[in-house]
């Protein structure tokens, strides 16, 4: 697909891919309830009805009050209640007390989406060559937000649900033994003096660039992410008690938390069952591990005799890889056993985030944008871990070799899982 700004010569297409993008947003709400749109059961998860407003805020605050002289919002009020972590772009709500909004109601929110998608029609309807410049990059960025929310939105239902006592299912799905998974092959890679970051090519966030030279020593990547099967090796060789494995601030989360098992498992009589979006399954030792913190991805990986990748290992691997693997696209809504049998690194993209043992910085030259916009990447560069590849919940269109997602070393929610790495 091309991107907005190279379809800036043809409205028609920008506008395509525009309805294309929030059109998919509304069909992953399609398996919901009304009542399920509302909750939030967690200071970290966002009700769904917040997600649809909100992305729409973002269209309605970046792209047509600045733009288009005689917009009028639907509610001047939502700006409030929608505007999520923008300082600079005024007062918000409480983001933990977005559960305790009964109103707007759902089909006023679904109004609030037609209202902003019907402005926007009208908006590259008018827009003549210069305005068009000046919004496409705004509507790309708008429409790649999107599709990080569309992510949020089935990870924090996901956790909706989980705390339901009638597990609700969101999608069935056949239940079907995953393929052995094979021992690992370890991959070499020569390291030396390689180039990371966005070469400015297509779109990307600020956060991925400037590109610049990184120095890697040689190393090894497992060909394939770790297994429930591996992880309950290391559980039980006492994984979860022996302080040795793990980090000081990893061994203070997991007694603080009652850390025993990955976030979603649950122990029945003599087998281990997780909360999926297809509802409780029996753990599959042969499916990759996933909804684990950077912490226990770190002890993990002490106890196999291996390491997290940094960013930049992950990074100039990926170089090499077609951009493939078990996406939102795919429905499966959960990460799938490596293919027996293929050659190269396996599951890089999608499936589950590759928890990197980098810290989330600044690479060296990053500048944010000035105004609101700069706030979207650069002031979260501070106790966040680097994850790479994209989930089962991310869109193929989404994720690039140069993404760097980020979320805190204790975070379990999203579909986080590991592959090992080692020096050569
Ligand atoms: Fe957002």
């Known amino acids: 697909m091309a991107t907005v700004v190279e379809a800036l010569a043809h409205p028609t297409p920008v506008l395509a891919y525009f309805q294309e993008v929030r059109a998919f947003t509304e069909r992953l709400c399609e398996p919901l309830a009304t009542e399920d749109y509302v909750v939030q059961s967690m200071a970290d998860v966002s009700p769904t009805k917040w997600h649809l407003a909100h992305t729409s805020w973002f269209f309605e605050t970046f792209v047509l009050a600045p733009h288009v002289p005689d917009y009028r919002p639907l509610e001047p009020a939502y700006a409030f209640l929608f505007n999520s972590y923008y300082v600079q772009a005024g007062e918000r709500h409480c983001r933990a007390q977005r559960g305790y909004i009964s109103r707007p109601t759902v089909a006023e929110v679904y109004a609030y989406r037609r209202h902003v998608d019907a402005a926007m029609g009208e908006l590259l309807d008018r827009a003549d060559a210069s305005l068009l410049e000046r919004v496409a990059p705004l509507i790309e960025l708008g429409l790649q937000h999107e599709q990080q929310h569309q992510e949020l939105l089935l990870t924090d239902i996901k956790h909706v649900f989980s705390v339901n006592p009638l597990r609700p299912v969101y999608r069935a799905r056949p239940v079907a033994s995953a393929p052995w998974a094979a021992p690992v092959a370890w991959l070499p890679f020569a390291g030396g003096l390689q180039e990371i970051g966005h070469d400015g090519a297509g779109f990307a966030y600020d956060n991925e660039g400037p590109r610049h030279r990184v120095y890697l020593q040689p190393y090894q990547l497992a060909d394939r992410l770790v ?103 795919e429905a499966r809504f959960h990460p799938a056993a490596a293919e027996p049998g293929a050659p190269g690194l396996r599951q890089l993209y999608g499936d589950v985030w590759e928890w990197t043992q980098s810290p989330y910085v600044p690479y060296p030259g990053f500048r944010p944008a000035a105004g609101a916009l700069g706030e979207y990447n650069g002031k979260f560069m501070c106790n966040q871990y680097v994850l790479r590849g994209g989930s089962c919940a991310t869109s193929r269109t989404h994720i690039r070799a140069t993404y760097r997602n980020f979320f805190p070393p204790e975070a379990t929610w999203q579909f986080t899982g590991v592959r090992l790495a080692r020096d050569a």
């Open 227 to 329: 297994t429930n099967g591996e992880y309950l090796e290391f559980m039980a060789d006492g994984g979860y008690r022996r302080a040795e494995l793990w980090l000081s601030l990893g061994w203070a989360a997991a007694q603080e938390h009652g850390w025993t098992e990955p976030f979603y498992w649950e122990r029945r009589a003599a087998d281990w069952w997780h909360f999926t979006l297809s509802g409780m399954r029996r753990v599959d030792p042969d499916e990759p591990l996933t909804h684990i913190s950077y912490f226990e991805a770190d002890a993990f990986a002490r106890w196999a005799g291996a390491r997290l990748p940094t960013e930049a290992e992950w990074e100039v691997a990926a170089a090499t890889v077609p951009r493939a693997g078990n996406f939102v696209e």
